[in-house]
């Protein structure tokens, strides 16, 4: 009988979006080549948005380092490793990931991971943020605005009050550090504190949750993020919290976006927001308040030399201006995402410089500065400028409007330059090393 040859890629392809463990393949650069739905689900990214960034772009590892670089690294398999890490999103995903390197030819090719997400089983129960090693007050949250000393002041309210806090925010602005200032005051630190991550929330899990709290006396319910729940579950988390509420419970949620848009839009049920919205705190996006940034990398460094007995007090003034006038789409997260990325840097500074700022913060900020097309003509002493000189800096005012046009994505900036992307890589690597000689 004769065999019938079948092309397995689109079965291939079937099953790795319908598997129910997260894949995430690399090449040998660390260049993603493979994303699949499910950990779409776990970590929050599109394929298009790793696809021409590194992992050390995309994902802040803290417990431990990659699993997909050890096995680029060493060629060997890592199996049920644990890894906890925050995103881009400033969001922190526990997994359990068996990582296997791939060969061609006797060649590796890349490295793939297949994880599981156990985040929900790490957060039911309260631990203390790892991100700050230590217990959340009032006194701890930078509040230097005027809008955050209203946020602490109602908040400092409702820890008094017994009815449930709805906190209101763009993602990245602290409201779970408000959250457990709020537990913290309302009980003292004596009893526990349950989170409901959206992120990984299922039915069983708040059934879970929901046995937990019977077999223990009071304690805090932080909920967050109930407008990315799905309807159902929403409802099955408003059966929950009616069954609790007249315990010694204290139920705190928090949303992204104006509640009663959410409501209008169908994202969040309207009796769910009536029972949380007792106390509502919104909280301001850190563009609208930038009173608190350079408190807030006070504050900053101030642990940092603590914890690592680092010299770093300050930034110069340059540094100053780009950080007051960038306008942080990812709030206080993203700041504090990029002080992670410079203090990694240093060694016995006590002042940050422009020298220190991560390339793709430089290229987000200096990019937007104060060269026009005009500049490449004369300058402003109406002297013409040496060929070479102004060839490099119209080839920089280029590249960089290129880049930013398409929102820092080397693929399409290549693409519409006309030049491969190893080469566009190459014009910058080029322009960051003069950047760093002057």
């Known amino acids: 009988m004769k065999q019938v040859e079948v092309d397995l890629n689109p079965f291939y392809k079937f099953a790795s979006e319908h598997v129910g463990v997260g894949v995430h393949a690399v090449d040998p650069k660390g260049k ?21 960034r590194s992992l050390l772009e995309m994902f802040r590892f803290d417990q431990a380092e990659s699993t997909l670089l050890k096995v680029l690294q060493s060629g060997s398999p ?10 881009r999103k400033g969001q922190e995903i526990t997994t359990i990931n068996d990582t296997y390197p791939v060969y061609e030819n006797g060649q590796m090719i ?11 089983l790490e957060k039911v129960v309260y631990q203390p943020l790892k991100k700050y090693e230590e217990p959340i007050t009032f006194n701890s949250i930078t509040a230097v605005s005027a809008s955050m000393k209203k946020v602490i002041a109602t908040a400092e309210k409702a820890a008094l009050a017994k009815l449930p ?17 709020i537990h913290r ?18 039915t069983d899990s708040i059934t879970q949750l929901s046995a937990e709290m019977k077999n223990r006396a009071g304690g805090t319910v932080y909920c967050e993020r109930i407008d990315m729940l799905s309807i159902p579950l929403q409802l099955k988390l408003l059966e929950m919290v009616k069954e609790h509420s007249g315990s010694d419970v204290y139920f705190i949620a928090s949303v992204g976006e104006d509640p009663v848009e959410l409501i209008a839009a169908q994202k969040l049920l309207k009796e769910l927001y009536y029972f949380f919205s007792a ?11 930038k009173e608190d940034i350079l408190p807030f990398v006070a504050d900053y460094f101030s642990r940092h030399r603590m914890k690592f007995g680092s010299m770093v007090r300050r930034v110069d003034g340059q540094v100053e201006k780009l950080l ?26 006590e002042t940050v410089g422009v020298e220190l700022l991560p390339y793709h913060f430089k290229l987000k900020t200096e ?29 920089i005012y280029y590249l960089q409007k290129a880049m930013d046009l398409h929102n820092g994505n080397v693929t399409k900036a290549a693409a519409s330059l006309g030049m491969s992307r190893q080469n566009l890589q190459y014009r910058l690597r080029k322009i960051k090393k003069n950047e760093a000689q002057t």
């Open 32 to 52: 993603t080549i493979l994303y699949n739905k499910k950990m779409k689900d776990i970590e929050g990214f599109d394929f298009e948005e790793l696809a021409d």
């Open 165 to 181: 806090v709805l906190l209101v925010g763009e993602s990245g602005t602290g409201k779970e550090l408000i959250a457990e200032a």
């Open 110 to 120: 890349g490295a793939i991971e297949l994880a599981r997400d156990v985040t929900t």
């Open 279 to 289: 106390i509502a705190i919104p909280i301001q996006p850190l563009r609208r308040r």
């Open 324 to 349: 007051l006038s960038y306008e942080w789409p990812g709030n206080l997260k993203e700041l504090e995402l990029l002080l992670d990325e410079i203090t990694s840097m240093l060694t016995t500074e």
């Open 78 to 87: 890592v199996l049920n490793s644990k890894q906890t890490y925050w995103n």
């Open 367 to 395: 990019k937007t500065g104060t060269l026009q097309p005009e500049d490449f003509i004369v300058q402003s002493n109406k002297e013409l400028l040496p060929l070479e000189e102004y060839l490099f800096e119209a080839e």
């Open 185 to 202: 005051a309302h009980h003292d630190g004596s009893e526990e504190m349950s989170i409901l991550f959206s992120h990984g929330t299922s």
